[in-house]
T-cell receptor
Framework: AQKITQTQPGMFVQEKEAVTLDCTYD???????LFWYKQPSSGEMIFLIY????DEQNATEGRYSLNFQKARKSANLVISASQLGDSAMYFC?????????????WGAGTKLIIKP | NAGVTQTPKFQVLKTGQSMTLQCAQD?????MSWYRQDPGMGLRLIHY???????DQGEVPNGYNVSRSTTEDFPLRLLSAAPSQTSVYFC????????????FGPGTRLTVL
């Protein structure tokens, strides 16, 4: 079974609109972490935001926020006021395990294209 | 700080050849890992290390070896390259015990003919 599911292979969004990228996860661990990374066409991986499973507040970093719904096992990324430079692949990832045995499991990604 | 560096950036191998992908970080990070990214897919963990002298297998370790003799370096060795190993390889490191963020190198694009 997929541990990280990103159901949107691709999205087109008008510039300045808000965007929600979906991510659902599956784990039996009580302690885990959720990440979002951006990969532009140049190929590098850029860290966007992190949410720990025990964090009560949704994480925010500038225009990025993570809509964490623990009971639904959902960790959607919200980008407010999208910009042309937001066009990229976006990956959701989950950290499982304990120190010494950490592994990150990645979703297949969503390709976001911002239209001018 | 240079962050995480990887060499080479591009490499073409013939089937059966061996090579080492280099990875170094100058942030004194404990945790280092190697991923491969195939077209249209997310990253898959090959091997990881939580400190010098300690390595462990990830999701797709077959055909790859690693060692961690120093905190800074974490080379990935392809023992006998196969076309199925054509991929982009990323090295990453993290300094926090909570693994709250991984810093990635620029990647190595490997083609095996």
């Amino acid at each position: 079974a997929q541990k990280i599911t990103q159901t949107q292979p691709g999205m087109f969004v008008q510039e300045k609109e808000a965007v929600t990228l979906d991510c659902t996860y599956d784990t039996s661990d009580q302690s885990y972490g959720l990440f979002w990374y951006k990969q532009p066409s140049s190929g590098e991986m850029i860290f966007l935001i992190y949410q720990g499973s025990y964090d009560e507040q949704n994480a925010t970093e500038g225009r990025y926020s993570l809509n964490f719904q623990k009971a639904r096992k959902s960790a959607n990324l919200v980008i407010s006021a999208s910009q042309l430079g937001d066009s990229a692949m976006y990956f959701c990832a989950m950290r499982e395990g304990t120190w010494g045995n950490y592994q990150l499991i990645w979703g297949a990604g969503t390709k976001l294209i911002i239209k001018p | 700080n240079a962050g995480v560096t990887q060499t080479p950036k591009f490499q073409v191998l013939k089937t059966g050849q061996s090579m080492t992908l280099q990875c170094a970080q100058d942030m004194n990070h404990e945790y280092m890992s190697w991923y491969r990214q195939d077209p249209g897919m997310g990253l898959r963990l090959i091997h990881y290390s939580v400190g010098a002298g300690i390595t462990d297998q990830g999701e797709v370790p077959n055909g790859y070896n690693v060692s961690r003799s120093t905190t800074e370096d974490f080379p990935l060795r392809l023992l006998s390259a196969a076309p199925s190993q054509t991929s982009v390889y990323f090295c990453a490191s993290s300094g926090t015990r909570g693994l709250n963020e991984q810093f990635f190198g620029p990647g190595t694009r490997l083609t095996v003919l």
